[in-house]
């Protein structure tokens, strides 16, 4: 009878380390497809090869997947891979020489890093991000204004002052006279912004971007405050570059009129 | 885990000496040299596991360790971890063992069921954890909702949160733990207690829960552990606020984004008070049994 028992409490975990072995198999065989596919276009191309690896702030990816799509449609041959991600955390990955071509970054004091790394050429600004006040989805909690941030009785997320987004906010609080009164200082502006469409937070300061990406679940208020802190994002192709051609091309495609078109659709705005 | 055949060293005192013998003659072959076929895989899991704590101990900025550790945020951090992590353990030691027993039984239908139920919060992604948090507890969830709407009162962002969190992901390793103890202890000790006729909350008292002693201060020091490294679950439903709901892991995380050094100073004040507690629980209250 012991043995039984035994026997039955094995069979779920069998069961797990099953599901385990498995998905450890899939997602093996997922990840060697874009690697098996990515070298042929470069060895079909010329010397220097066609592929590039972006690294760019998190509240880029999707003008920038978009940017990406256009550039490979006007570069047949060429293959951009983006790694999306806080800025900080780019660059410390840049500086430790992680395999890179160009870098987007949200601030300029982590493009600051990397170029006193000497790890990049010279950055040029390329687009500007102002905050914006999200209220989820109808603004069931009647928010008003920056002023209801000063409000110990509501609900509000901002992001911590170690991160961008957080910095911003201290300089449109310190303009508005403001002493706001925070429940939670989120990691990133992702994280503020997902307590915002779980209407957990009456409103949360994040940037316009976030809000237009965000879609119907959130809306957006602007205040004039937001002015004072617009957020400036440099570009730069790296050093470590293995194809500085395309790497350049790419920056160029960003900074262009159609890159801009699409940056100015996500909600930024020129720098 | 003790092997079933020494359990009876624990509670066999009474019943014969030649018990105690028997334990001992199936010792003797462990006490010669250790194999190479098992001293090989050992050696790498033992290194896999302590090399990176030791260039954690070795990486960190220890000339800057007083202005780090000094400052508010690290010890408020820590006080939060612990007190939080420990009220944690509390409330799941006393939902937990209950639990446990029943699944025990021998005759419980849908034992594997709930057993594969109860294992969820295990292979569940902790941040997800805190989303499923969210939909019952969360301001607008299903209990969190009618509560909030009566009392003005919500889980999220308050240190209740971050125990809630931690009971979510800790309860699983006692269950299990003193499950498994339950299942490997033996219930003819309290079959004879019944037949003599002590009641059953009798039995539960004086013999289950001796026996099962080992299992069950086992379970507590996993949980324990798993409540104050926990983070994905508490970033999620508690947020991330100084004194109210910011554990050392989030500090640790935050510090990343600035300051690695300091990051990785938090991380061995965390290390250090968490094997102490460990060391000082053992010394006091698992030896005993």
């Known amino acids: 009878m012991k043995t039984a028992c035994t026997h039955k409490a094995r069979q779920p975990l069998a069961f797990f380390a099953l599901t385990a072995v498995l998905s450890l198999l899939l997602s093996a065989c997922g990840g060697a497809q874009p690697q098996g596919t990515a070298p042929s276009p470069s ?13 760019a702030a998190a509240s880029l990816t999707e003008a920038f997947n978009q940017i990406g799509k256009e ?18 955390t780019l660059a410390t990955q840049i500086v430790q020489g992680a395999p890179a071509d160009v870098f987007a970054s949200a601030s300029p004091a982590t493009m600051k890093v990397v170029t006193d790394a000497a790890a990049a050429n010279a950055p040029k600004d390329f687009v500007s991000n102002t905050l914006e006040i999200a209220v989820p989805k109808g603004n069931p909690h009647k928010i008003s204004g920056l002023k209801d941030f000063g409000d110990e009785s509501r609900r509000i997320a901002l992001c911590a002052p170690q991160v961008p987004c957080g910095a911003a906010a201290v300089k449109v609080f310190a303009e508005a006279k403001i002493v706001p009164k925070p429940d939670t200082l989120e990691q990133d502006v992702k994280a503020a912004l997902q307590k915002v469409a779980f209407d957990e937070v009456d409103a949360a300061l994040v940037y316009k971007t976030d809000v237009i990406a965000a879609g119907d679940q959130v809306d957006g208020m602007e205040f004039p405050e937001a002015q004072k802190a617009i957020n400036v994002y440099p570009i730069a192709t790296l050093k470590d570059s293995k194809n500085p051609a395309l ?25 | 885990m003790p092997s079933p055949d020494s359990k009876p060293a624990h509670v066999g005192a009474k019943p014969a000496t030649q018990r105690a013998a028997a334990t001992r003659a199936t010792e003797r072959p ?29 990486r960190a900025p220890w000339t800057e360790a007083r202005t780090v550790l000094a ?44 057993r594969a139920l109860i294992t ?11 989303v499923a948090l969210f939909t019952v507890l969360g301001r607008t969830g299903l209990i969190g909702r009618p509560l909030y709407r009566l009392t003005g ?3 999220p962002f308050t240190p209740y949160a971050v125990i809630l969190a931690q009971v979510f992901v800790a309860l699983p390793f006692l269950v299990l733990s003193v499950e498994g103890a339950l299942r490997a202890s033996d219930r003819r000790y309290e ?66 984004e600035t300051d690695p050094g300091s990051a990785l100073l938090l991380s061995v004040l965390l290390l250090g008070v968490s094997v102490a507690v460990l060391a000082l629980l053992r010394e006091r209250w698992v030896s005993r049994w």
């Open chain 2, 191 to 256: 079959e004879a207690a019944s037949t003599l006729g002590a009641r059953p909350v009798t039995i539960i008292r004086r013999i289950t829960l001796p026996l099962i002693g080992p299992g069950i201060a086992a379970g507590a020091v996993l949980a324990w552990a798993r409540a104050l490294g926990e983070f994905g679950a508490t970033i999620t439903f508690a947020g991330n606020f100084p004194g109210t709901t910011r554990t050392m892991p989030l500090e640790v995380y935050l510090a990343l």
């Open chain 1, 247 to 271: 790497a350049q091309a790419f920056m160029d495609y960003v900074l262009s009129p159609e890159g801009q078109s699409v940056l100015t659709k996500a909600g930024f705005a020129q720098s």
């Open chain 2, 71 to 114: 400052g508010a945020g690290a010890l408020q951090a820590l006080k939060l971890s612990l007190i939080t992590a420990t009220v944690s353990v509390i409330i799941v030691l006393l939902v937990g063992v209950p639990l446990a027993w029943i699944l025990a039984r021998p005759n419980l239908r849908a034992a594997s069921l709930l």
């Open chain 2, 120 to 130: 969820i919060p295990l292979v569940l992604p902790p941040v997800v954890g805190g």
């Open chain 2, 153 to 155: 009162f919500a889980f």
């Open chain 2, 30 to 58: 462990w006490q010669g040299r250790i194999p190479l076929l098992l001293a090989v895989p050992a050696a790498v899991a033992l290194l896999f596991l302590l090399l990176p704590l030791a260039g954690l101990v070795i």
């Open chain 1, 43 to 55: 060895s079909e191309g010329s010397a220097t090869g066609r592929a590039i690896t972006v690294l």
């Open chain 1, 71 to 88: 550039f490979e449609a006007k570069n047949p041959g060429s293959k951009v891979t983006f790694s999306f991600g806080s800025s900080a």
